[in-house]
Structure formats: C-alpha cells, structure tokens
C-alpha cells in the first residue's frame, strides 16, 4: 500500500457515501447572463466565457447581466455539449446559453473545490450531440467524505495546481529567453543596412516596394469572432495567436494572415490552403515573382509591429489599417539571398518548436504524475463495501 492509500485508508476505515452529482450541485442556467455584442476588446474588463476548451473568449464593456463570482463564492461553468468545464472566481458574461453554472447546494456538506477535483476524475465521452447534464453527467456518483477530510484533500490538490503553474511559468521563461536570442538573429539578418544612397542586406543590394506591389490580394476576412465551432474543420483566424475552428471557408491559397487590432495586433501566421479569417484579419496573398511568401512572412516578424506602433493614431490603441499595410515597405534582395535568409531563419523556427516540444512534454509529465496522485487521493470504498 502506497503513501496516499494508506492516508485515505487512515482517514476513512469505514469507507465514504458516495452521492450523485446532482444530489450535491444546484445549476443554473446561463440566459441572463449571455453577451448581447461580440465587440470584445482587451481595453475592456469583463471576460466573456465558454465552458469549452477556448475559455475566454475576448472582454465586454457591458455593464448588465454579470455573472458575480469570487474566490469566496466561485462557479463551475459546464459545457452541456462537450461536458467540459471550468473553476471560475472573478465576474463573467457568457458566450451562449450552452452550458450550467453549477454550485454546490446549501444542505450539504459539500466543499465545491472538492466536486470539481471530483469531477476531473470522471473519465466520459458524449457519444453524441446532446445536452449532457441533465440527462447523464449529473447522475455519476462521487465521494463525499466528511468536510473536514474534503477540505485536506482540497488543501493538497491545491498545492499540486500551484507546483504545476511554477513549473509552467518557469518552463514559458525559458523558452521565452530562446525566442529572445532567435528574434536577434533575425532581426539582423533581416535589418537593411543603408551606404552612399544604397541599400544592403546581408552584403547584396535591395531594391525597397511597397507591400501593395508583391502582393495581389491584401484584404480582410469577414466574420464576427463568434462563427467559431467546437468541432470545426478549417482554421478560423481572429486576432488571437493561435487559430480556432470553423465548417465553413472563404478563402483557399498560400496566404500571410496578420492580426489587425487588440493586445496581439500584428501577430502573424503563414497558411497554405482553405481557412476562414474574422473581419479584422488581414490576409496577403497572390505573392509577386519578386518575392518569396517566408521570406516576407519574416520580415514582417522582425519589422512590423514597430511600424504599427508609430503609424497607429496617437492615443488609441494600436490598429491596422489598408493604406498603412499597402504602403509598407519591403527590401528585395535576389531571390536566391531571400531563400537562404528563409532557410537559415526557418531553422531557428524548427529550433524553437522543438523545444517548445520539449518542454510541453516536460509539464505534461508532470501533469500526469499530479493526476495519478489526485486520482488516488479521491479514490474511496464505499461503506457497504468494507
């Protein structure tokens, strides 16, 4: 017998009730809470939540319909689609009437941080397309010891959280700190270098155009950010870094997308194929002869932000505009300096994302071990079964 069996034998010798989920969860459902726009901003301060894997979806300015929850009277949102769920102890509105807010019921002796370690140890797969609660998910049994056991439990399971977001926050510095050291090899292969009226990158001469003249299609997509799906099947890029899913597409080529306004304006991502983009998406496509698409994807890594910044109108926040994309300007070296400049710089990509591996693979490890240990930890015999 293990440490953590023998403490759960220690605690409870006589075994534990085990209740339903809905014996010990009051829901409620989420209608006075939707968002009324989808005119998310970061300048905002209310997030707007789904119980699915994306979880904030953007922040709101409205001021009605708030969801009040704090650390001393926090909610579980559930997915009645998908039964994904979320801890959540600050104020909220909510994306869609597809879920329940679940707390733990007046007239039990229920920690609530104690049912959402509880539920994460339920291993269940809709099998199909239909509100879950309800009908399945609330009958599964759970222990419940008594509180002051609960609240132990809790009290470990919430140490492990916290080691678990150290090692994260470490595992994100370093790899930060190599981004940092790749994003000046770049910056200087990529920095023109100007003498006696010339121009120069990596010892050739350029020639400057405008991004207007090596690319036929600068434009934008034309969705709101809510057209996401859970179960989409093309990319659907918004002004997030990473894109999301959706059924539909618009467009079908080897493509630039560029992030037009909020926190992550100017991010970047390279695309060969059928993809959806949100309205203030920028896409570059139909590329020139003159250019190589990865080479101006990095040079627009290394130099585009800072142009934004200073062309953006003082006071407001950073944005992009047609014009101000139209009229920037690249240097084209010849094609074969532009194809070693991607080569070597699409090195220190692969670089990168292979460390990126590594140290997801690191905290994934140790997700695992945590999950081992909370699962043992909530692992109880029923009374009638001593």
Known sequence: MNRIEKLIAELCPEGVEFKKLG???????????IVQTTDYS???????????????????????????????????????????????????KVKSSAM?????????????????????????????????????????PIPLPSLPIQEEIVKILDSFTELEA????????ELEARKK????????????VEHNGR?????????????????????????????????????FFTCDEKPYKINSYAFD????????NGSKVGHLNYYKGKFNAYQRTYILGLFSEL???????????GHLKNYIFINSRKGSVPYITLPMLQNFAIPLPPLPIQEEIVKILDTFTELEAELEAELEAELEARRKQYEYYRNKLLTFKKKNEI
């Open 23 to 33: 014996e010990v969860l009051d829901y409620e459902q989420p209608t006075k809470y």
């Open 100 to 140: 329940k807010l679940l707390r733990a019921k007046k007239d039990i002796n229920a920690s609530l941080r104690f049912i959402y370690y509880a539920m994460l140890c339920i291993n269940y797969i809709p099998q199909d397309h239909a509100r879950q609660w309800i009908a399945k998910y609330s009958t599964f």
């Open 166 to 173: 150290e090692l994260e926050a470490e595992l994100e510095a």
């Open 181 to 192: 050291q790749y994003e000046y090899y770049r910056n200087t292969l990529l920095t023109p």
């Open 253 to 260: 080529l080897e493509a630039i997308l560029i992030s037009g």
């Open 42 to 92: 970061d300048n905002y301060d209310i997030p707007v939540l789904t119980a699915g894997q994306t979880f904030i979806l953007g922040y709101t300015n409205e001021k009605d319909g708030i969801f009040k929850a704090t650390k001393n009277d926090p909610v579980i949102i559930f997915d009645d689609f998908t039964t994904s769920f979320h801890w959540v102890d600050f104020d909220f």
């Open 199 to 235: 121009w120069y990158l990596n010892g050739k001469e350029v020639e400057w155009k405008k991004l207007g003249k090596v690319c036929g299609l600068i434009t934008t997509g034309k969705l709101n950010a809510n057209a996401m799906e859970e179960n989409g099947i093309y990319p």
């Open 291 to 301: 250019i190589r698409p990865m080479f101006l994807f990095h040079f627009l890594r």
